[in-house]
C-alpha cells in the first residue's frame, strides 16, 4: 500500500526551526519527484520546494528561499524540510508529495500541522 507520513510538525517561536520529515512506503521511492506544499486556513495549497531524484536539483518558492532547505535520502525513502527563521505566515498544514518522473501518478500525506506564534 503506497503511503506518505509526514511528521515532525508543532509550535514554534518566530525566529525558530523545525524539521519536517516524510516517510514513504510501498513504491519506488528513487522514481518520484518529492515536493512540499503548504495550505494555510482559508487559502489555496502551494508548492513550498520540490526536489528530483537522486536530488541534484531543487526548486523553492520565492517566500522561503534562504531560509528554507529540501533534502532527501533514497536509502531510507524520506524526503525533508528543514524550516530556519520560521515567521507567522509560514503557518500552514504542509503536505508531502510524490509525482512520478515518467508518469502521471501522484501521492499525497495526510499534512502535518506547523504553527509559528509568540
Known amino acids: 500500500q503506497m503511503q506518505l507520513v509526514e511528521s515532525g510538525g508543532g509550535l514554534v517561536q518566530p525566529g525558530g526551526s523545525l524539521r519536517l520529515s516524510c516517510a514513504a512506503s510501498g513504491f519506488t521511492f528513487s522514481n518520484y519527484v518529492m515536493t512540499w506544499y503548504r495550505q494555510a486556513t482559508g487559502k489555496e495549497r502551494v508548492l513550498v520546494a520540490s526536489i528530483t531524484s537522486p536530488g541534484s536539483r531543487t526548486n523553492y518558492a520565492d517566500s522561503v528561499k534562504g531560509r528554507f532547505t529540501i533534502s532527501r535520502d533514497n536509502a531510507k525513502n524520506t524526503v525533508y524540510l528543514q524550516m530556519n527563521n520560521l515567521k507567522p505566515e509560514d503557518t500552514a498544514v504542509y503536505y508531502c508529495?510524490?509525482?512520478?518522473?515518467?508518469?502521471?501518478?501522484?501521492?499525497w500525506g495526510q499534512g502535518t500541522q506547523v504553527t509559528v506564534s509568540s
Open positions: 508529495n510524490a509525482d512520478y518522473k515518467w508518469g502521471d501518478v501522484h501521492y
